[in-house]
């Protein structure tokens, strides 16, 4: 297989990492990130385990999950479990945010409209809250390509392929063959959310 081939099967590869661990965590962290905000008690614990997550070294973490049962393994699977972890705190701690920021009057103006918590929810809270929540799927986004990169030690593929077997044989060309092509994603996925950031922003 040429060069080119290969970085663009990695690539390929790199993009289904990130577009699955970003898709699940945030099934899991906006509704958990809504019911947070209706639990003052648990909102705490529950965003205190997400941050100390962040604190464990990717490598340690996949290092953790392999032997998981059920969980862990060699490839892609365990890859995901570690980034969707990872991906959490930024898009539920923004959920958090955006939806406590908003102005209690405002909630309860809707409720004196006669609205019920589903309508307040959808009609009120999410439009207002969007712009914040996009910018925490913006972080989890640009970060999880990134750590995306140190899959490739576990067997899950990607561009992190290249950079480690750059490093092992000194070879910068290598390297720059996954590096350049994370980077310019990261950048683009930047770009992209950043513009749905503005477009959401209050005129």
Do not use: C, K
């Not at 945030?26 to 905000?37: D, Q, R």
């Not at 464990?56 to 393994?73: E, M, N, T, V, Y």
């Amino acid at each position: 297989m040429s060069m080119s081939a290969e970085v663009l099967s990695l690539t390929v590869q790199h993009l289904w990492l990130v577009f699955v661990s970003i898709a699940i965590a945030a099934a899991i962290a906006l509704p958990s990130g809504i019911a947070l905000t209706r639990a003052r008690h648990t909102r705490r614990w529950a965003l205190a385990a997400a941050s100390a997550i962040q604190t464990i070294p990717s490598l340690a973490l996949f290092g953790f999950l392999i032997p998981a049962p059920l969980l862990g393994g060699i490839g892609p699977r365990t890859a995901v479990i570690a980034l969707v972890l990872y991906a959490l705190l930024p898009i539920l701690r923004n959920t958090v945010t955006g939806i406590l920021a908003i102005d209690p009057a405002v909630r309860e103006s809707a409720v004196a409209m006669g609205m019920t918590d589903r309508q307040v929810l959808l009609q009120v809270e999410a439009p207002l809250a969007a712009r914040t929540i996009v910018a925490g799927l913006r972080i989890a986004t640009v970060t999880t390509i990134g750590t995306a990169t140190i899959a490739a030690a576990i067997g899950a593929g990607g561009l992190g392929v290249l950079v480690f077997r750059g490093i092992s044989m000194v070879d910068s060309r290598q390297v720059l063959a996954g590096a350049v092509p994370a980077a310019a994603m990261a950048l683009a996925a930047d770009g992209l959310l950043a513009w749905v950031e503005r477009r959401l922003s209050p005129r």
